[in-house]
């Protein structure tokens, strides 16, 4: 079991900056990458920025160049900078994991997405 915690949302003007924090507990060390999504009311719930636990980011086009993903294994932490921030990136944010557990009976690596409670950013124009 992963525990994910987000903390930094907030509402900002377009163009400003925010940061976002995400605090992982539990079994930690299952965790294989770690991302960021976003879902604003009535969509789906997109994929914005992933990184592998040896720091290989990737991004959705819509945040490339503006947002980086960053993680740091000993704190059990990741992070989404958000710069230049535009009115359409308004939505919650959520922090998710993905871990993989060996399971004995299997005998094989079973995945697993885990999620937190999310936060708001509101950019405004």
């Known amino acids: 079991q992963v525990q994910l915690v987000e903390s930094g949302g907030g509402s900002v003007q377009a163009g400003e900056s925010l940061r976002l924090s995400c605090e992982a507990s539990?079994?930690?060390?299952?965790?294989?990458?770690m991302r960021w999504y976003r879902q604003t009311p009535g969509g789906q719930r997109e994929l914005v920025a992933e990184?592998?636990?040896?720091?290989?980011?990737n991004y959705a086009d819509s945040v490339k160049g503006r947002f980086a993903i960053s993680r740091d294994n000993d704190q059990d932490t990741a992070y989404l900078r958000m710069n230049s921030l535009k009115a359409e990136d308004t939505a919650v944010y959520y922090c998710?994991?993905?871990?993989?557990?060996?399971?004995?009976?299997?005998?094989?690596?079973?995945?697993?997405?885990?999620w937190g409670q999310g936060t708001q950013v509101t950019v405004s124009s």
């Open positions: 998710g994991a993905r871990t993989g557990t060996f399971v004995q009976s299997l005998m094989r690596v079973v995945p697993h997405n885990y």
């Open positions: 990184i592998s636990r040896g720091g290989t980011a």
């Open positions: 539990g079994n930690t060390a299952s965790i294989l990458a």
